[in-house]
């Protein structure tokens, strides 16, 4: 059963930094791709930042060049780490793994950017 445990959240002032951890377990975690979605109050989710197996990288426009995805297939961790963050940053994140045409999802971690 695919198991995505999110850490690595919290408060932070603007113009910050984060850096958030998702660990997959029960999967074959090097052959898929891997994302970050968030999901602000009143909002819908959305895509933050995916990367492949192959390691190519797709960022929304509103983080790119401040948010940077990387994954560890050895560790099965996949990472976002977030510079200049900004108050409408703040919601909750969380790491996906889409498999079989099912969609697995961590728990989720808050992120705050306020001072």
């Known amino acids: 059963q695919v198991q995505l445990v999110e850490s690595g959240g919290g408060l932070v002032q603007p113009g910050g930094s984060l850096r958030l951890s998702c660990a997959a377990s029960g999967t074959i975690f090097s052959i898929y791709t891997m994302g970050w979605y968030r999901q602000a109050p009143g909002k819908q989710r959305e895509l933050v930042a995916s990367i492949t197996s192959s390691g190519l990288r797709n960022y929304a426009d509103s983080v790119k060049g401040r948010f940077s995805i990387t994954r560890d297939n050895v560790k099965k961790n996949v990472y976002l780490q977030m510079n200049s963050l900004k108050p409408e940053d703040t919601a909750v994140y969380y790491c996906?793994?889409?498999?079989?045409?099912?969609?697995?999802w961590g728990q989720g971690t808050q992120v705050t950017v306020s001072s």
């Open positions: 996906n793994h889409p498999k079989g045409g099912y969609d697995y």
